[in-house]
């Protein structure tokens, strides 16, 4: 099973701030990493596919890159709305997810 | 506009079954894989199953292979998961999923979801 693990696990920021997560695999997943954002009490919102292809709606604040075994999810100046919970998420082997970062408000 | 609609959750005692249905509307159901993924209380998120469109092939995580089933009504557009020997590790969210891709082909990523139904195992 290939393992995805986030980093940090918090991170405190304020609204304008540059927010940027990691996302790192046990093995190579190629470019099969996804990302979403997810708020309390509400499902996974489908942010990023493939490594760095926005998905349907997502602000241009949002950009994913990497490939192999090192992601990163950069949010370019944070928004009040982006304060969430974001997962990353692989499909190169079978399909699994990291643990989270969470991004708070400082 | 995409709608999933997950029902059928609730509390069960361990050992104890639950069929859960998600209600797809808003794009042609049988051209998409669906999958089930579930979320325990303030966890992280776990995928259980998925069912490739014309519902010919199922997938199931290990943590639940022999345990629950996954099918499609497609003339219903509605997506099941029969849950049966259930354990307290399984108390969760249970969210449906659609993929991306009309193949029918699971692309295991997930463009839509549904709210999710809540499913806890306590006696």
Request: hydrophobic share 30%; aromatic share 12%; net charge neutral.
């Amino acid at each position: 099973e290939i393992v995805l693990t986030q980093s940090p696990a918090t991170l405190s920021l304020s609204p304008g701030e540059r927010a940027t997560l990691s996302c790192r695999a046990s093995q190579s997943v190629s470019s099969y990493l996804t990302w979403y954002q997810q708020k309390p009490g509400q499902a996974p919102r489908l942010l990023i596919y493939d490594a760095s292809n926005r998905a349907t709606g997502i602000p241009a604040r949002f950009s994913g890159s990497g490939s192999g075994t090192d992601f990163t999810l950069t949010i370019s100046s944070l928004e009040p709305e982006d304060f969430a919970v974001y997962y990353c998420q692989q499909r190169s082997n079978w399909l699994t997810f990291g643990g989270g970062t969470k991004v708070e408000m400082k | 506009e995409v709608l999933l609609v997950e029902s059928g959750g609730g509390l069960v005692q361990p050992g104890g079954s639950l069929r859960l249905s998600c209600a797809a509307s808003g794009f042609t159901f049988s051209n998409f894989a669906m999958t089930w993924v579930r979320q325990a209380p303030g966890k992280g998120l776990e995928w259980v199953s998925a069912i490739s469109g014309s519902g010919d092939s199922t997938y199931y995580a290990d943590s639940v292979k022999g345990r629950f089933t996954i099918s499609r009504d497609n003339s219903k557009y509605t997506l099941y998961l029969q849950m049966n020997s259930l354990r307290a590790e399984d108390t969760a969210i249970y969210y449906c999923a659609k993929d991306p891709r009309d193949s029918g082909s699971w692309y295991k990523y997930f463009d839509y979801w549904g709210q999710g139904t809540l499913v806890t195992v306590s006696s």
